[in-house]
């Protein structure tokens, strides 16, 4: 079971997205997107998009339990969604930069569906057999988390070399073979999934009736993220529109949570839910332009610039992205070392605001100010990335281990599902508004040919250095003044500090 399954589940999750942190194969989106010379507000909001495949996991976990296909819940959609990403590898392949934008963004989108949903039902496969077996389940769990990030960080090492020799929509075809892989023991039942009985194999209600608050919330999250997303890929929609429905779809979304779910779930949720809209990053939609624009062409409708680092993409996806996963691995063991007994408010004061100071240091490599003390650029990336990821990921321990603490027994995969799409479908938003913000301050027509003019991206660095500080007011608001150590389910009495209870929805 282990070696079938989750061989193909080290390829899908590790290889082609470096574990769910956009670090693996799939960097190719980004360079497509380049190629194609997609404004850079525009881009901002096709990466926002494609990455909300991941807000959609509840969607796939109402959808699997309730609708079962001939008897089995996860097998046949892991198989459409295989033939479903398969395809979308291979347009991308076949039709290279014939395509347009948003059909390139709505292949990179079901790509990501495959990933995500894949793992989901993988997740709930593994979950059942350590239930099944509890003595062996820490070593399927290492099994798992091994494959996968042996897999990312071959998928890191590939993806720059082969955006410099072969191209990124020859590269991008290398995620057919692994998309399909999966197909092979999905169609040989190596999933291992029982069929269900004759009398179980409609409609499952019962498990929304029990639990319909969180359910209702999961569909009306599922709805959010899919008409925000639609909006950002369907092209030729007035800005200033398609932001406010934005805006106005987050808002009651948002509503609907805080109205339906208990405050021990929904305050961690809304913060970070706040906390992603706050991270406004602006220059996601522009940066790879700033380091990997060729310095001049006879072609004028190839985007330029002078005064820019000119990374090739084995340095600026494979080194840079192989420094970061190391750094991120020593934010994780910091925090272990340092942390782990502090207050989730302490915690989270304190790292974000280190992670508003670190990100300054773009504003210094946009302002090319690390010329003047003669320090190159790429050794300035590689220490200001060092600097950021471990930041980065002492920011991410504290909400991570509050995510596992508030989910009421029983409701664990249902809950954790919720609040991280509730953190993605934030992110998103942040980023759509970012688009907005690039066209404001004339950065929003980067990438689209001829000369670049970066002149404001440190505008668009301090936004996104700024606007983070504003989570230290939702912190206070609404996250426990409790230890790290303590049971959130279970606080206690003699505390002076009133600690977040679940109630009844």
Not at 7 to 26: D, I, M, T
Not at 88 to 110: D, E, P, Q, R, T
Request: hydrophobic content about 45%; glycine content about 10%.
């Amino acid at each position: 079971y282990q070696r079938r399954v989750h061989g193909a589940e080290h390829l899908l999750k590790g290889f082609l997205s470096g574990g769910g942190n956009g670090l693996g194969l799939l960097v190719v989106e980004r360079k497509i997107y380049m190629d194609m010379q997609i404004p850079s507000s525009t881009r901002n909001s096709y990466l926002a998009a494609t990455n909300s495949a991941w807000g959609l996991k509840t969607m796939y976990g109402l959808i699997s339990d309730s609708i079962p296909v001939f008897g089995f819940r996860r097998a046949p959609w892991v198989l459409l969604t295989a033939l479903l990403g398969t395809a979308s590898y291979a347009s991308i392949f076949v039709f290279n930069n014939k395509m347009a934008g948003f059909a390139a963004c709505l292949c990179f989108l079901v790509a990501k569906i495959q990933i995500s949903s894949t793992d989901l039902m993988i997740e709930g496969i593994y979950t059942a057999k350590i239930r099944e077996n509890p003595r062996h389940g820490s070593y399927l769990l290492s099994w798992v988390w091994f494959g996968i990030g042996l897999c990312g960080g071959i998928g890191v090492i590939v993806a720059g070399p082969c955006l410099d020799v072969i191209g990124p929509y020859n590269t991008a075809g290398l995620g057919v073979p692994v998309a399909a892989l999966v197909i092979l023991p999905t169609c040989m039942g190596w999933l291992t999934e029982k069929r269900l009985p004759s009398g179980q194999r409609g409609f499952q209600n019962k498990s929304i009736v029990e639990s319909w608050p969180y359910f209702l919330t999961s569909l009306i999250l599922a709805s959010g993220v899919i008409a925000t997303s639609t909006l950002a890929i369907v092209p030729d929609i007035n800005s200033n529109l398609t932001l406010g429905l934005q805006l106005g779809t987050s808002v009651f979304t948002s509503a609907a949570a805080i109205n339906f779910l208990p405050a021990i779930v929904w305050r961690p949720m809304l913060f970070m839910f706040l906390n992603g809209v706050v991270t406004m990053n602006l220059s996601s939609g522009f940066v790879d332009n700033f380091y990997m624009d060729v310095e001049s062409s006879t072609d004028p409708d190839v985007s330029t610039c002078k005064d820019c680092p000119h990374f090739n993409a084995t340095f600026y996806y494979t080194i840079v992205g192989l420094v970061d996963s190391v750094f991120m691995m020593i934010g994780s063991s910091l925090f272990a070392k340092v942390m782990s007994k502090w207050t989730y408010r302490k915690a989270l004061v304190v790292t974000q605001v280190l992670v508003a100071a670190t990100s300054l240091l773009d504003v210094i490599q946009f302002k090319r100010w690390n010329h003047v003390i003669h320090l190159p650029d790429w050794l300035f990336m590689l220490g200001k990335s060092s600097v950021q990821n471990t930041c980065t990921m002492l920011n991410f321990m504290p909400t991570s281990l509050l995510m596992s603490q508030v989910c009421p027994p029983g409701l664990e995969t249902t809950v954790l599902a919720l609040l991280a799409g509730f953190s993605i479908f934030g992110s998103g938003i942040g980023q759509y508004i970012g688009s907005y913000l690039l066209d404001i301050i004339g950065m929003g027509d980067i990438g689209s040919g001829g000369e670049d003019d970066f002149s404001n991206a440190w505008i668009a660095a301090m936004i996104g250095s700024v606007t983070p500080l504003l989570s230290l007011l939702f912190i206070v608001l609404l996250i426990p003044n409790s230890s790290m150590s303590d049971n959130l389910q279970k606080p206690k009495s003699t505390t002076n500090e009133p600690k977040i209870q679940s109630t009844d929805p």
